[in-house]
């Protein structure tokens, strides 16, 4: 009877050992787990404006974390250009007695006003370095430097690039009277002759524009240029 006591005795002792490691960690958690994120971004980055000069506003509803710092991630860029992509990285941080769990993934995060791009957790979980993708860089196009005639036979027109601009619009004139607009050109010459038939005094005018609706978004097209007179005789 006394040896089954004692092989008690021992069994009994071992068992906190055997699970001790899976004890300790259910009962070392005590925090809260976070399993998704929710903030709107607004940010007011413009064409010609100073990397620094720009500034990301974060804000939350939710009272399980907070907002942080931000930094940019656009490596050694000195300044905004239209159409650029800007990236930040967000600090979230978890309020006391909570953290993030299996935070990772687009589907984890509602963003308003910006497209996730990435995420890593730090400081024991308790804070999130989000990368998020801001809207493309606003800006007005500039103005075509030059706008002219090419040589014989006449209608071939032809215009100076304009940095960032995707399309060209053109209208040509007969006089005051406007006989034949082209909603979008993506080369910087085009043939008017066809409309070119009658005598009289030609004149074309030409834009820089967005090139699709999705740049319209961001980018607004150039005040009109006026080419020289191209005249046609009887």
């Avoid at 656009?74 to 941080?93: A, F, L, T």
């Avoid at 978890?94 to 996730?116: C, E, L, M, V």
């Avoid at 308790?126 to 075509?144: C, F, H, Q, R």
């Avoid at 002219?148 to 060209?168: H, L």
């Amino acid at each position: 009877a006394a040896a089954a006591v004692l092989a008690c005795g021992l069994l009994t002792a071992a068992l906190p050992g055997a699970s001790g490691t899976a004890l300790a960690a259910v009962k070392n958690e005590t925090r809260t787990p976070i399993t998704s994120v929710s903030i709107t971004v607004r940010s007011d980055v413009k064409a010609d404006y100073d990397l620094d000069a720009a500034t990301v506003y974060v804000t939350t509803d939710s009272s399980l974390y907070t907002i942080g710092a931000y930094t940019w991630v656009n490596g050694n860029k000195e300044y905004w250009e239209p159409g650029d992509v800007p990236k930040v990285q967000i600090e979230i941080h978890a309020r006391s007695g909570y953290y993030f769990n299996r935070t990772t993934g687009p589907s984890k995060f509602q963003i308003d006003g910006a497209t996730y791009a990435s995420v890593k957790r730090t400081n024991n979980d308790e804070t999130l370095l989000l990368t998020v993708k801001l809207t493309p860089a606003s800006g007005t196009l500039e103005i075509p430097e030059s706008a002219e005639w090419m040589g014989y036979p006449p209608g071939k027109a032809t215009w100076s690039a304009v940095p960032f601009a995707g399309a060209y619009e053109l209208k040509l004139y007969r006089g005051d009277q406007m006989i034949q607009g082209v909603p979008k050109v993506i080369a910087t010459t085009y043939d008017f002759y066809p409309s070119m038939t009658l005598p009289g005094t030609y004149q074309f005018r030409v834009r820089a524009i967005p090139k699709d609706s999705e740049e319209l978004g961001y980018i607004t097209g150039s005040d009109w240029v006026y080419s020289d007179e191209c005249d046609i005789d009887a």
